[in-house]
């Protein structure tokens, strides 16, 4: 896959069309898009050295959802919360964030999955504003389109490496599956506490990157629930208790292959027996 590439960020002059109520982080670098072999990331950094907030881009495989990473430090439990997410003036998405600490790089992430097809016809913004309890801020974005095109150059490279499109499934003699059926893998207490307070349920469609060994390299949302938690422990669980069965190419070899599949979260009725 093509080596890490840098881009340029264009003068913060963009900074002036923020809104006039939120004072605008200060970029303290410029863009960077990393050519992976198991994910497309675009990233910078805001704020002061000492303090310092990152933004990072991570389009799904498929391209249906790009997923937006802010992280700044601090710690702390789960936390699952409303939020607005503004791509400049033309679009309020209403959604919920989900925010958590990572104790190991004493950082405090907040994670939100975004409509790819929304999100690229908004590329243009100079801004990208969130307001929720955990984080509310506007981050000035100029340079947007160019990243977003060297994301999806990245994303050709990658759905080319693992076989995603359907013209390169064509050659695989036997397709990627599981070892048994995904839904048993989730069970009742899998449930996110914060999704069962709020009675809230949806659908989360998935794609899983799975090596020629039968490992799961990555697992991203394709199409969100619109749940940030029953989003996040759908990758969770697949993560660490699907296993598979490589692709065969017409040569009898296992492949490097995606595999999509759509899980349902649902909450059953109450309990009516009374306790004795």
């Known amino acids: 896959m093509t080596p890490n590439l840098s881009i340029l960020a264009m003068s913060l002059a963009a900074m002036a069309n923020a809104p006039a109520h939120s004072a605008p982080a200060v970029a303290s670098g410029a863009w960077h898009v990393d050519y992976d072999d198991e994910q ?11 303090k310092p907030i990152y933004m990072v881009l991570k389009p799904s495989p498929a391209g249906g959802v790009m997923r937006l990473i802010i992280s700044r430090r601090g710690g702390g439990e789960a936390a699952q919360v409303a939020a607005k997410i503004r791509l400049g003036d033309q679009s309020n998405i209403k959604t ?7 104790p190991n790089k004493h950082q405090r992430v907040v994670t939100a999955n975004l409509s790819m097809a929304e999100f690229k016809t908004h590329a243009t913004t100079p801004w990208i504003q969130i307001t929720s309890p955990e984080l509310s801020g506007v981050f000035p974005t100029p340079g947007l389109l160019k990243v977003v095109a060297a994301l999806d150059e990245c994303l050709t490279d990658l759905q080319d490496y693992w076989n995603v499109r359907a013209d390169r499934q064509l050659a695989v003699q036997h397709e990627v599956s599981p070892t048994q059926p995904l839904t048993p893998l989730f069970s009742a207490s899998d449930y996110p506490m914060v ?7 949806g659908t989360v469609k998935v794609g899983v990157l799975v090596d020629d060994t039968g490992r799961v390299a990555d697992c991203s949302v394709e199409s969100t629930s619109d749940v940030a938690s029953l989003d996040t422990m759908t990758c969770y669980v697949i993560r660490t208790r699907a296993k598979f069965i490589p692709a065969i190419d017409a040569n009898g070899k296992p492949v490097r292959s995606y595999f999509s599949q ?3 979260w649902r909450l059953g009725p109450p309990s009516n027996k009374r306790s004795k």
């Open 40 to 50: 497309c990331v675009a990233s910078r950094t805001y704020g002061e050295s000492d």
């Open 96 to 102: 919920n964030v989900l925010a958590y600490g990572e």
């Open 195 to 201: 999704a069962m307070v709020h009675s809230q349920s």
């Open 262 to 264: 759509s899980i349902t």
